[in-house]
Each structure stands twice: as C-alpha cells, then as structure tokens.
C-alpha cells in the first residue's frame, strides 16, 4: 500500500490527497496587476487571489482567500521560495518585492513568492472590519496620555477592549476562530502545491520567524532551506509573554541606541547634540503635549513618534520628521503647531477618534497561545513607568475572554526540531536576541545562527551586511550550512539621509564566533516624567 510521504510527515496530513479538498489543490492561478502597499508600490510584481478554507479542520465551513505574489519577470528557476513580511499584519507581497530589489540574488534558482496571513489589513485577500464599543472617557489613551495608567483606567480600557472584541466575535466568529498559525502553515502548504512544487524554501522576517518555524514542524518533508530572520521564541510560541520581553529591550534600545543616534543628527532631529539633551527636548515635548500646548497633538503620538524606530528605513520617512515638527512646535508658534498636528496623525493612530479595527493580529495570538501574561494591575502600572516607550502596549490583555483553547501544538514543539538558518541583530527592539538565543541553545544543531554583533535594528534583511549576506545566500541559494554559528559585525546604523560614524556596545562582547550573552535589560533607568 502506497504511503503520501509528502502528506504524512510525522504524522500530520495536509489533505492534498483528500477528495474533500480537491478544489483547493486544483484551483489554477490568475496573476494579475498588484496594489501599491506600506514599502512598496506594487510595480514590479504580480498577485492572485488564492482561495483556502476557512478552517482546514472543517472545509465545510466556507471559503475565504489570501493574496500572493511573484516577480513581473521572474528570472529562471528551479526552486521555489515562500515569504511571510511579519508584523503581523505586512504585506508580504509588498516585502518580497522589497527583498527583490533589496537583494536581488534571492532570485539566483528562485520563484520568490510573497505570500499573505489571512485576514490581513495591508494586503489583497479576505479582510473583516469591527467596530470598537462606544467609549466611557475613563480609559487611559481617552486624554492621549496611556504612558500614565491608573488602576481604574486600566480596568476601563480592559472592559472597553471585552466589549469590543466580544461583538466583534459575535459578527465574525467562524473567520476569527480560524486565523491562526497551523492555518496559516497549510496555506503555505497550498501555494507550494497550486505553483507545481514538491518542495519550498522559506524566508520568514520578524513574527513570521515563528510562522516559517512552525511549518517546518508541521511538515519538514515540504520545506527545505529555511531563514528566520529577526526571531521571536520559536521555541515555545507565546505571544504575550514576547510582548513582556520586548518591552524592556526595547526601552533600553531607545536610550542606549537611539537617542545616542538622534543625537548625532541634530541637523535633521533638531533635539541636541547630547543623549540627555535629546531626552530633556523629549520631556518638554511630552509635557507639551500633555498639557494640550500642541495642539491636538497626544503624548501618544509624541512616544510613537520615537518609538518607530525599529527599522532604518523609518528614520527619514517619519521619525525625523514627526520629531522635528514637534520640537519645533515647541515655540508655540500656530504654523508649527499645525505642523505637527499633521504629521503626528500620519505617525500615530489615535484611538480616541479611530472607529474601527481589523482584529486580524488579535484573533492570531488569541488563538495560537492565549491569555499568558502573568501580571497584575499594579505590576502592569509599574512596568509601565520603568518601560514607557512601548510599556503600555501591554495593559490590555486582548484574549481575556477570548472563546477558544490555544491551537499551538506544544506535543508537536517538544518532539520536533527545527531546521534552518537564524539571522539576528544583538540589540534588536522589536525580537529579542534574548529570545532568539534561546530558540538557538534549546533546538541544537539543527539550527545555525548567523548574529550581528552590536546590531541595533530590526530585520536584517533591510541591511547591506556582507558577513550576513553572504551566509545567508550561499545557504538559501546553495544549500551551504555554516559549520558553527557566525558572528558578523554591525555597520553603523544609517538610513537615506544619515549614516553614523560608530556602532554601539552596550552588551557582552563577542570574541570570534561564540555567540555573546544577551544584554542586561534592567539596565533602563531614564525616567519619563508626566
């Protein structure tokens, strides 16, 4: 008796030789014309529709579609490579054409295929829109302000956020119930099958680390060369408790990186030629905006203007300018102010006047690992004045009452590894080296790690490392493992417009290839005063 060996990998079938699931495994691709997106303006690629079921448990549960894309002329190949953008709501059409044109040897032997999560917001396929509940003026973000919580502004925003996602689920349940990542791997499953490929390699950037780990547990006969670029625990998948590991490094990114580098520019940040003169400009601005002398301008938008610095590519197109605006709306003069007003609206989306929200990335860390942050109220409030660039993203527990068990296979995690190439920055905000060190120690050999030593961006992947690139390619285009781990060094960070002169050393040093010990997260000490 004939086995699916390309359906049965350690026992988990994708249902390709399932009559209830031909229509998805013989449906053919329309390529047509690509809309303009967050990186890039869709020009130089083609997307489709691909149609998948809304719960591949279940395909009588309807159908619903997800967006991919591929290069306009795609060079000649042999392999196949899928790529998921992260966020997790990017469009990764718009960033595997950006990795196209970033890195066009990624193309050497490759079909690069963009491919979208479900339910995405910046993206083609399938979208839903909920309304937020009708607000009551004691949460905290209601005066702009939710770096300043009380234990009463926490339970209102709590109960506010219930309320929401709770009619939300009521519209929307049979989707939402399905976007999550086991969902999201047989989708990807399904594009490899629907191009005509017996196998893929992989390339997940930021949260799709997690997605591009998972899939090759789930089926490591479909996928082969695999790069996880920007980890999150892949490990153990848990999204919330990634957000609490996030929140101290990236905070001590903002003082030890960041302000240094504003700083160094203040021809285009006008803030200071000093750390702490960038930080005493800050507190008047936050003080500014506090006491409404800017405008409609919130203490909101003033840190998520500073905080959008996890990718060079930010630092010209919003960073600086936002923060320009700003410290010169500090005169108080009406056209600054107005300034301002403008280009903080295009930096930070206000709650307060927001109406709607796709629940697209809160329906995932619902559904894959659940309610795990272990903190009460008064733990929440403290983090959030040690931790205030993003600390506050945290209050709100959005899956305290969400309706279903975590679909994350922890059996799965335990008996399988992963097998793949890591790449990381050292002092990365956004995905912890902590984490990513973790993911390397726990899963052996199987996996290498090519680290940026003093690093201090997010996604390698927007960077011209030559240490990096060429690990990198001769693994996803040769299928060259590296023998050991490699450690690369950090060119200054830059952007367009700025280059630094230095790179930055606030961790353990590395000597030659051992990977360095994490950095000290509690080393934040830079009060944010309100």
């Given at each position: ?50 149609t ?10 309807g ?25 997790p ?32 917001t ?20 209601m ?9 009463a ?51 997940g ?14 089926f ?19 999204w ?8 101290a ?47 409609s ?88 004045r ?8 945290t ?75 060429d ?27 700025m ?7 606030y ?24």
């Amino acid at each position: 008796m004939a086995c699916p060996v390309f359906a049965g990998a350690h026992g988990i079938d994708d249902h390709s030789t399932d009559p209830a699931y031909a229509k998805y495994y013989q449906q053919p691709v329309n390529w047509g014309g690509c809309p303009p997106s967050l990186f890039t303006d869709g020009t130089t690629i083609q997307c489709a529709l691909v149609t998948v079921p809304v719960d591949w448990a279940d395909p009588g549960q309807g159908d619903i579609a997800i967006g991919i894309s591929r290069p306009l002329d795609p060079p000649p190949h042999s392999r196949l490579l899928l790529v998921n953008a992260g966020g997790p709501d990017n469009s990764s059409a718009s960033m595997a054409e950006m990795l196209e044109q970033l890195h066009p040897e990624v193309q050497t032997g490759h079909l690069v295929v963009g491919v979208d999560l479900r339910g995405i917001t910046d993206g083609t396929g399938t979208q839903v829109s909920c309304d937020y509940a009708p607000r009551s003026g004691a949460e905290n973000f209601m005066d702009g302000d939710s770096r300043n919580p009380t234990v009463a502004g926490v339970r209102a925003q709590q109960d506010w956020w219930n309320r929401s996602m709770s009619a939300c689920l009521q519209q929307h349940a049979t989707l939402l119930k399905g976007i999550n990542t086991p969902n999201h791997v047989r989708d990807l499953n399904l594009v490899r099958a629907i191009l005509g490929f017996r196998r893929a390699d992989l390339f997940g950037v930021s949260s799709g680390s997690s997605l591009m780990a998972y899939a090759t547990r789930m089926f490591p006969g479909m996928f082969e060369r695999v790069v996880l670029d920007s980890n999150m625990n892949w490990e153990h998948l848990d999204w919330q408790r990634q957000s609490l590991k996030r929140m101290a490094m990236d905070q001590l990114s903002v003082q030890q990186a960041f302000m240094p580098f504003i700083a160094r520019h203040d021809d285009q940040f006008h803030m200071g030629t000093t750390p702490q003169q960038v930080l005493t400009t800050f507190q008047r601005i936050y003080r500014a905006a506090s006491e409404h002398r800017m405008g409609s301008v919130t203490p909101d938008q003033a840190l998520g203007a500073l905080d959008g610095t996890g990718m060079w590519v930010f630092w010209d197109l919003l960073v600086s300018p936002s923060l320009s605006a700003m410290s010169q709306a500090l005169d108080g003069d009406p056209a600054h102010i107005a300034y301002a007003e403008q280009i903080a609206a295009m930096t930070f989306a206000d709650l307060r006047t927001r109406s709607s929200f796709n629940p697209m990335a809160f329906a995932l860390q619902c559904n894959d690992s659940g309610s795990s942050d272990p903190r009460g109220i008064a733990q929440k409030i403290a983090d959030v004045r040690r931790y205030w660039a993003i600390g506050a993203s945290t209050l709100v527990d959005y899956c305290q009452n969400w309706p279903w068990r975590p679909v994350v296979d922890r059996a799965l995690e335990r008996r399988t590894v992963v097998h793949g190439l890591m790449l990381q920055n050292e002092f990365d905000p956004s995905t912890p080296y902590s984490e990513a060190f973790e993911d390397r120690l726990t899963n052996g050999r199987d996996v290498r790690m090519v680290l940026v030593n003093n690093g201090a961006t997010h996604g390698i992947m927007f960077d011209d490392n030559t240490c990096t690139n060429d690990t990198e390619f001769a693994y996803l285009n040769f299928g060259v493992m590296p023998a050991r781990d490699v450690v690369c060094q950090a060119d200054p960070m830059h952007s367009f417009a700025m280059h630094d002169s230095v790179t930055y050393e606030y961790g353990f040093p590395a000597t030659g290839w051992w990977l360095p010990l994490p950095p000290i997260v509690q080393q934040v000490s830079w009060p944010l005063v309100p």
